[in-house]
């Protein structure tokens, strides 16, 4: 077996803060020809051994939770990400999602629409969900949790064009997951939208990106000599499960046991729904007996997820056990990119589980976390440079995501 430079946490870490510059021109070169979306949101948990993305949302919610010094220094990158979409873009118009009655979600929405605005553009919220409008009523009137007014209209396509409050939209950031697909045809569509369409979560699977990330990672570590476990959990991937009908289970309950054959003692495995979302068709085990002993209820929540969706391709995940802590609670990382670049985000932390659990689940709290001023041997912004390293590369293996689809 090849010794590795980099074989320990710590010696990562180092590595890590005093070669960022480097690492970052390294990023950069391998990102340049690919799609990335205009933003995306990544957590990561770190534990005593490693550091490991464990999701990656393409049409983030919650930039309410991000700290308002970064939001300002965002600012720069949001104007020339949307001027790389159209440089005479005057009109940006936001689709939102259809689950319009999430007041917090509102508020992620008007900061979102603020942070566009302060470039210099007129912002329209809009979708083509005509179910959240009236027969009549052609606006939805909305107030969010902290009491901000909302106004989405519904848009039509007309010669190639999207209009919605009689506007001209010159081009458009996606934060509609499409776990419901929207009812358009997109190829009619001639103005840029970003992230694409065409890869919402009905086509989207944690699998792909996982497989993706893993290969980034391969080819970062090899380039720089590291042992790439110390970036990345371990996964399986499932297909043909029906919690339903208790069919593969067999099957998956055997991948949870050989994962947990490569991992410590004591460990324990994520088993997610690959098309899950907002922390949906996620249970935590210990052996593949608990999958063959799940009762009606936990099969009934790993069945089916948001609007319906059917899961029956599974990710089986490695536990990473978070060492970090919020008010003695177990806590993980949120980072914010915008077309790659970390921006800041935030610590979601849990009273509710512990420190193996899923902690994008009922009891979460957010705390700020300002991440605006890395800087090369900065030691104590070390941590910081590490959580955007990887969610940069969360976001490139996103990006040959949406290649793959395009």
């Keep these: 077996m090849v010794s590795k430079l980099i074989e320990t946490k710590e010696q990562l870490e180092e590595f890590i803060c005093h070669r960022w510059n480097e690492i970052n021109t390294y990023l950069e070169n391998i990102s340049k020809d690919l799609p990335i979306p205009f933003y995306s949101s990544v957590d990561i948990r770190e534990s005593k051994n490693k550091y490991a993305p464990v999701d990656h949302n393409m049409y983030p919610a919650g930039f309410n939770n991000v700290c308002a010094i970064d939001l300002r220094s965002a600012v720069p990158v949001i104007k020339e990400t949307i001027m790389k979409m159209n440089a005479n873009a005057k009109i940006v118009g936001i689709i939102p999602e259809s689950n319009t009655k999430n007041l917090f979600y509102l508020d992620h929405i008007h900061t979102l629409s603020n942070l566009v605005k302060s470039i210099g553009v007129d912002v329209v919220l809009y979708t083509f969900d005509s179910n959240i409008f009236t027969e009549t009523e052609k606006e939805l009137n909305l107030t969010s949790n902290s009491g901000h007014p909302i106004t989405i209209y519904q848009a039509e396509i007309k010669n190639g064009q999207v209009i919605a409050n009689g506007k001209q939209i010159d081009a458009t950031i996606m934060n509609h997951d499409q776990s419901n697909p929207l009812p358009v045809n997109w190829g009619e569509v001639q103005s840029p939208i970003s992230p694409s369409p065409l890869i919402g979560w009905f086509r989207r699977q944690k699998n792909i990106h996982f497989f993706y990330y893993q290969k980034v990672i391969d080819q970062f570590c090899k380039h720089f000599e590291i042992d790439s476990n110390l970036l990345q959990a371990k996964f399986r991937a499932v297909e043909n499960v029906d919690f339903e009908t208790k069919e593969g289970l067999e099957p998956l309950a055997n991948e949870v046991n050989a994962l947990l ?61 978070t060492i970090l802590k919020y008010d003695n609670s177990p806590a993980e990382i949120t980072i914010y990119l915008v077309d790659g670049k970390c921006i800041g985000g935030f610590m979601r932390a849990n009273s509710e589980r512990d420190s193996m659990g899923n902690l994008n689940s009922k009891g979460m709290v957010f705390r700020k976390l300002c991440m605006s001023d890395i800087a090369q041997d900065d030691d104590h912004k070390c941590k910081e440079a590490i959580y955007s390293i990887i969610a940069r590369m969360s976001t490139i293996a996103a990006a040959h995501e949406i290649k793959e689809v395009l």
Excluded: H
Excluded at 277 to 304: A, Q, W
């Design 261 to 321: 054959k490569e991992l410590p003692e004591n460990a324990k495995v994520f088993v997610k729904a690959s098309q899950g979302t907002y922390g949906m068709g996620i249970s935590v085990v210990s052996n593949g007996e608990e999958i063959l002993n799940m009762n009606r209820k936990t099969r009934n929540k790993m069945d089916v997820g948001k609007n319906a969706i059917k899961f029956t391709s599974v990710l089986v995940q490695e536990g990473v056990e």
